[in-house]
């Protein structure tokens, strides 16, 4: 069974940087795709990146493409989420998920973090 944490959130001001780690245990992340999903107040849970188990496909949700870079350390066990020209509709709950492949879609996804805070104020 795998178990992810994810690190990293907090409070930034308006054009910061956050990165985000999601770190397994119990596992390797050697074969699994990995996502990062974010949820804000009042909405549901939606895609923001995933990349193939390899690292050689990326996905990105068009609010994010050109600010957010989705990687994975296979030796580390490992995937990141890097955050740059952040807005204030960036605010939510942000959740790493690991599954057989780079999918945007909840079912896809076999084990799921706790979520971690990011909070960008104006």
């Known amino acids: 069974q795998v178990k992810l944490v994810e690190s990293g959130g907090g409070l930034v001001q308006a054009g910061g940087s956050l990165r985000l780690s999601c770190a397994a245990s119990?596992?390797?992340?050697?074969?699994?795709?990995m996502g990062w999903f974010r949820q804000a107040p009042g909405t549901g849970r939606v895609i923001v990146a995933a990349i193939a188990w390899n690292g050689r496909t990326t996905h990105y949700a068009d609010s994010v493409k050109g600010r957010f870079i989705i990687s994975k350390d296979n030796a580390k066990s490992t995937a990141y989420l890097q955050m740059s020209s952040l807005k204030p509709e960036d605010t939510a709950v942000y959740y790493c998920?690991?599954?057989?492949?780079?999918?945007?879609?909840?079912?896809?996804?076999?084990?799921w973090g706790q979520g971690t805070q990011v909070t960008v104020s104006s």
């Open positions: 119990g596992g390797t992340l050697d074969r699994y795709g």
């Open positions: 998920a690991a599954g057989r492949k780079a999918a945007s879609t909840e079912p896809e996804y076999d084990y």
